[in-house]
């Protein structure tokens, strides 16, 4: 079994997303639980390259990579759990998306990858997303945590929008509200009263399980995240 769940970790630390894939089903068939596959093989392929981009000997289009094979693997993983098995593993429910007017998604894609190999459920929105659709997706999946990105200046205004709709329209206190991207500072964050920022994809992990385990939206302050500080 050891071996395996580390062929499966390094393909993802790779990102073979077709092998890897291939060598999970065949984990899942040969009976190895879906969560020691998950924690014990997939996981640590992300650990891998997570600690190669950090040491300066990975790059974001590695990242990239095995963030996609994670995306795919989750799936799999989550289809074989049984509902009750499912639930207890998870941490807690975002919706992510790019602000209206930005098209990026790398750093989004990466951060819903991460995400959800650290027990969240992840709805992403994609790009481009609607104030509306945050609002309308939160009540659809009851989410605990709705996440706006952006790597555009322009589209700083759609942070801020987003929020006082929630506010307006009487969730403030539903769910908690994180902002992240290039142009967003942590003043600006502050400034619109957004609960959680991060710096990088791997911050905006600790960021959402700060938020779920020790806060209550919109009574604590914004939770900043920088690990490069």
Request: glycine share 8%; hydrophobic share 40%; net charge negative.
């Amino acid at each position: 079994m050891e071996d395996i769940l580390k062929q499966i970790s390094e393909l993802v630390a790779e990102g073979e997303s077709e092998e890897a894939v291939e060598l999970v089903e065949k984990a899942l068939d040969s009976g190895i639980a879906p969560l020691t596959v998950l924690n014990e093989g997939a996981s640590k392929g992300m650990d891998i390259v997570s600690e190669a981009y950090s040491a300066g000997e990975a790059f974001l289009p590695e990242l990239v990579l095995a963030g996609d094979a994670m995306s795919e693997i989750i799936d799999i993983i989550f289809s074989r759990m049984d509902a009750e098995a499912a639930a207890e593993s998870k941490v807690g429910t975002i919706v992510i998306g790019q602000a209206k007017g930005d098209v990026h998604d790398i750093g989004k894609n990466i951060c819903s990858a991460l995400l959800a190999v650290n027990g969240f459920e992840v709805h992403d929105l994609g790009i481009d997303v609607p104030v509306k659709d945050f609002l309308e997706a939160a009540k659809k999946y009851n989410a605990d945590i709705v996440i706006v990105s952006t790597l555009l200046t322009t589209s700083l205004p759609y942070l801020s929008d987003t929020l006082q709709y929630i506010k307006d329209t009487g969730h403030r206190d539903d769910w908690y509200y994180a902002v992240g991207g290039g142009p967003v500072t942590p003043e600006f964050a502050e400034k619109i009263g957004a609960d959680g920022w991060s710096r990088t994809a791997f911050d905006c992990v600790q960021m959402c399980k700060k938020l779920v385990s020790e806060c209550k939206p919109g009574q604590n302050g914004t939770i900043l995240v920088d690990t490069e500080a």
